[in-house]
Each structure stands twice: as C-alpha cells, then as structure tokens.
C-alpha cells in the first residue's frame, strides 16, 4: 500500500460535507492530478475566506487540494455572501 493509498478517500469524505468549501492535504504523488483520490480534511466552511484563513496559517508546505463541494448556483451564491 502507497503513502496515498492510507489516507481517506475524498469522495468519502465530501458525503458529509455538501455545499461547504474543502480543504484536503493531498499526498505529493496526487498534487498533480486534477481531481486527486486521497486526502486529509484540514479545513471546511461555507465561506471560501475561512477556508483561506485555515490553510494559510497551518499549511504552508502542503500539498492543498481546495473545491467547493456542491452546485454552481450555490458556489456563486458562496462567493457573494447569500
């Protein structure tokens, strides 16, 4: 078993999460990937600053995989404060 392979798969986790931003240390074998499989939650909210302000502070050489978890509709009525 990969470094990877031990760490929770997201697609898991984002189940208990719906329309909040995600924050995920991914492993450094997926930070390339597009949509990496595994991950480490680090931070979530519906506000995208606080998500931010999570990863900025903590994670200053991660590997961060960071997505809204939900529709288009409800990610732009995120970004606007609705």
Request: hydrophobic share 45%; aromatic share 8%; net charge negative.
């Amino acid at each position: 078993m990969s470094d990877a392979e031990a760490l929770p798969l997201i697609a898991t986790i984002t189940e208990h999460f719906p329309n909040e931003w995600l924050a995920f240390i991914v492993p450094p074998e997926e930070d390339d990937d597009p949509l990496p499989v595994h991950g480490k939650l680090v931070a979530h909210s519906p506000n995208l600053d606080d998500v931010h302000d999570a990863i900025l502070t903590v994670l200053w050489n991660q590997c961060v995989y960071v997505f809204y978890n939900g529709d288009v509709e409800a990610q732009q009525a995120s970004l606007q404060g609705k």
